[in-house]
DNA sequence: CCTAAACAAGACCAATTCGGTACGAATTTA
DNA sequence: TAAATTCGTACCGAATTGGTCTTGTTTAGG
């Protein structure tokens, strides 16, 4: 279906909270650690995001990996936004996550091997033609547009139902 | 890596293929079909392409399901544009092989499970718009723009390679 | 009528990828 | 030292994908 993976959009969410308690905390400056600004723990967007704990945590590493956050390891630790949110691109978290945007093999930087005899291939103009446009348009979005003009609530509702496999559904319980 | 799958790939070379032997027999007329004008069957695509014949017509059919090709039943039969290549984008192949065109579950028609409470999501607007870039961008490209100024060899030699898995590598030995 | 050529439809299977979990190690503060 | 927290990686089950196969159905032609 041409859909980006489920990790990708859980990023993004994850993104947006970090960024919607930024904007938070310039008014309240209430948080759970000791007053590190800014600084957000996996377990608490885990709870804000409704996501599971581990999931999120492995989603922040990637993230601070590809240079969008900045990490704070040890007690008090956590993480931040590296930049601030209208200078992080759509575009810049999907690859994060994702990797290079490519819509085919052939089209972008060959990371990985390319389909031999692309050099034959008569479309590979045309797919790249498409491929910078897909990337200009994740390029075009910041962080910041993508959230709401007002802030986020404090306490946000659980996003995303886990579909946790065997029977079990954790994010409709915590929002019973 | 936001990337559309192979088969999708397959399906536009098929295209590619189909309009170009379209603009070939406008010329020269020769065909392996008792003069079909403009028809081909899976088989003979399958060998001007280098890909299985049975993933072929698998692709042929879909496309012929998505109103893309017409279709004739029978001995001599086969499968022919429905449209003139300029009237054929690439965002009507990839639906026609994968389904509409949504980069999140929230984005686009609600085919299938939304994520839950997307109501409470700050982000489906931003998706929105970014969903929509993305349409755009593939509908502004037609199979015809696709094809190189010249049409395509009569004999074009097998692209893509096969990737066969207990270490065979067809399309290579093809190539040498 | 009979056969061959071709599409139609779907079942089926192997391989990969994806989503998610788990555990141990490193690092920082108290 | 103890607690909190990230880091790294390995792992597993399930879903998806890529590809094959089998069994019709339709048409042309002898
Ligand atoms: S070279 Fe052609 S066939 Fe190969 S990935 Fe690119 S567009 Fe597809
Ligand atoms: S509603 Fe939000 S979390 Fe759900 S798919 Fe859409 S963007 Fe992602």
Redesign the pocket.
């Known amino acids: 279906?041409l859909k980006l993976?489920?990790?990708?959009?859980?990023a993004v969410l994850i993104m947006a909270q970090l960024a919607g308690a930024d904007q938070a905390v310039a008014g309240t400056g209430s948080f759970?650690?000791?007053g590190n600004e800014g600084m957000?723990?996996?377990?608490?967007?885990a709870e804000r995001t409704g996501?599971?704990?581990?999931?999120v945590?492995?989603l922040?590493?990637l993230l601070?990996?590809g240079g969008l956050?900045t990490?704070?390891?040890?007690?008090?630790?956590?993480?931040m936004l590296a930049r601030a949110p209208q200078d992080i691109t759509v575009s810049a978290i999907v690859t994060a996550v994702?990797g290079p945007i490519a819509i085919t093999a052939c089209a972008d930087g060959h990371s990985g091997e390319p389909c031999s005899l692309e050099i034959l291939c008569p479309m590979s103009h045309g797919w790249n033609r498409i491929n910078s446009a897909i990337r200009t348009a994740l390029a075009d979005i910041t962080l910041a547009e993508m959230l709401p003009p007002a802030p986020l609530p404090a306490r946000a509702a659980p996003v995303?139902a886990?579909?946790?496999?065997?029977g079990?559904d954790?994010a409709l319980a915590a929002a019973g």
Chains 1, 2 share one sequence.
């Open positions: 279906m993976s489920r990790m990708t959009d859980y759970a650690n000791g957000d723990t996996a377990s608490g967007l996501l599971q704990q581990a999931t945590a492995k922040l590493r601070a990996q956050l990490s704070q390891r040890g007690a008090h630790g956590g993480y994702e995303m886990a579909k946790a496999g065997p079990k954790a």
